[in-house]
């Protein structure tokens, strides 16, 4: 039986998971219902999406709830974790003990019985002395065979060569790198199981690079050791307010369709922010001692600074505003697991003034004497950068002397001098360039920074505060990964210029060198 509809369609909506056969007596008719049915799914449709998009929202605004307690935990807890680990070196986990993956050459070596099989050389005969014809053309035929052979043979061994050379110029370079990478490290425990100066304020500073930390803080410490009392001097760079996390919770308002955050009161963050400063003080000198196997160290003076700007002048200002000078004995025999960072540090006669907010400055229990001293030769490392695949991943002393060496190109002349300062882990100037010249020359500082992930803009208000103590007119900060918009903004008004790792390359290919940055 012949349906009265002539005009038939069937139309479906895959976010629904719906179709509909839609029928009419005329064309015009049909579009009108397939029209129709279309607005009712495509506001069912919308629906679902504000239905999806508020539960996103929700999820969203649970995690970065989850976020910002686990943030704020791991503050208040740094000194508490940290107390339940000894932090001993292990050097063996240090060294590279990588081999280099021998040569391999997958092509097959010519074969001479390939040859005699395509000159189609016969083997000898009987024949051969009845019939010399017979004889001389196999020699004719053998000798051509062997020619082809000598040939290929050449192009075989030639090729094989120069992968070889190529192979050994990269092994010569790794096995470069790994000597100097790991005769570093075994110079430094050497050197502090000796008694060395020099080593022992390295292996310190290695201690507290691998301590935990926070990922929102950049160590930033430099350290001295004093062999008569046996006391260990560091200055510690600590974090400022904007450093810390503030967010305690997030909700999503639908009214607004955002999702909204509250944080800690402002008498809940300096309590915060007292917490912590305290917390890394304690935290630093448990660090410091516990790694201590041969017992070098009898006195730790930790003194934390610092950098702000003065509400009243609007200058720049470095202040040290703890100070704490104890013994092993004392320390050792607290139960930092337990006790008020706060309490625990006025117990041990540290100094401060008032809230650690107002950056009040103390008088330091003791401090470094500056000289030039810092200065050493600088290593050429520059000259085989090329066969270094990775410079993001080379030792950091390395890396140091390789950026030294980059602005001794960048400055060369007769006048400009560039010096390279001793290498301490410890984020300090890493290079001094004296350009002598009136009008555009003066003390230029440089820092290095080997990392795969962005720098804290902590990392340029350190900086700035160094270019400040040093009477610097320019600093560098030089860094195989990226900036984030914090130091960007930071760095816009001063003499300081970011060179980020695609600049780095930039400079390096300027100066006639080609070098490679991955994260890989």
């Known amino acids: 039986m012949a349906t009265k509809y002539q005009f038939v369609k069937t ?69 508490k974790t940290s107390a339940r680990v000894h932090h001993y070196i292990d050097f063996d986990s240090i060294l590279i003990s990588d081999e280099y993956p021998p040569f391999i050459f997958k092509e097959a070596t010519p074969n001479i ?8 050389v016969p083997s000898p005969s009987y ?17 051509a065979a062997k020619l082809d052979y000598d040939k290929e043979y050449g192009i075989y061994q030639e090729k094989k060569q120069q992968l070889y050379n190529q192979y050994m110029e990269k092994k010569i370079a790794f096995d470069s790198n790994k000597s100097s990478y790991n005769n570093l490290y075994e110079n430094i425990r050497e050197g502090y199981l000796n008694g060395n100066i020099d080593s022992i304020c390295d292996y310190f500073s290695l201690a507290l690079e691998h301590a935990p930390l926070p990922k929102e803080l950049a160590l930033n410490i430099e350290v001295n050791y004093l062999p ?6 560091v ?20 009214t607004r369709k955002e999702i909204t955050v509250k944080k800690m009161t402002q008498k809940e963050f300096d309590a915060f922010y007292d917490s912590v400063i305290y917390q890394l003080t304690l935290k ?3 660090e410091l001692l516990s790694s201590d196997s041969s017992e070098v160290l009898q006195t730790v003076v930790f003194n934390g600074y610092v950098h702000g700007t003065s509400l009243a002048t609007g200058n720049d200002f470095t202040s040290c505003i703890v100070t704490l000078n104890v013994g092993r004995e004392d320390f050792l025999k607290l139960n930092l697991e337990k006790v008020d960072p706060k309490e625990c540090f006025r117990s041990l006669k540290g100094l401060s003034i008032g809230a650690l907010k107002n950056l009040s400055p103390v008088k330091p229990y003791m401090q470094f004497s500056k000289n030039e001293n810092r200065f050493v030769e600088s290593r050429n490392i520059i000259a085989e950068v090329e066969n270094i695949p990775n410079i993001s991943k080379m030792p950091w002393d390395d890396f140091e002397h390789l950026v030294g060496g980059l602005f001794e190109r960048m400055f060369y002349s007769d006048n400009n001098e560039v010096k390279i300062t001793k290498a301490s882990r410890d984020g300090g100037i890493d290079a001094i360039v004296f350009d ?40 560098f900060l030089v860094t195989t990964s990226y900036y984030g918009e914090d130091s960007y903004r930071f760095a816009n008004d001063k003499p300081i210029t970011l060179i980020d790792g695609s600049y780095l390359v930039h400079l390096f290919q300027e100066n006639g060198y080609s070098v490679k940055i991955s994260s890989e």
Request: without cysteine.
């Open 11 to 79: 139309i479906s909506n895959s976010r629904l998971s719906q179709s509909k056969t839609i029928k009419a007596l005329t064309q015009y008719e049909l579009d009108r219902k397939v029209d129709e049915q279309r607005k009712k799914w495509k506001s069912q449709v919308n629906k679902l999406n504000e239905r999806d998009k508020v539960e996103n929202e929700l999820l969203r605004a649970e995690r970065l709830i989850k976020q910002a307690q686990q943030s704020i935990e791991v503050f208040q807890n740094m000194l």
């Open 113 to 120: 019985n390939d040859f005699y099989l395509k000159h189609n």
């Open 127 to 143: 024949w051969e002395d009845l019939l010399l014809f017979i004889k001389s053309s196999r020699l004719k035929k053998e000798s």
């Open 228 to 233: 008569v009392s046996q006391t260990l001097i």
């Open 235 to 254: 200055d510690y760079t600590l974090p400022n307010q904007d450093d810390l996390p503030r967010a305690v919770s997030y909700t999503y308002v639908k």
């Open 284 to 286: 630093t000198i448990h």
């Open 436 to 475: 002598p010249d009136p009008i555009r020359g003066g003390k230029f500082v440089v820092q290095a920074k080997r990392y795969n992930a962005v720098v804290q803009p902590s990392a340029v208000r350190d900086l700035y505060g160094t270019m400040i103590d040093e009477g610097a007119t320019k600093g």
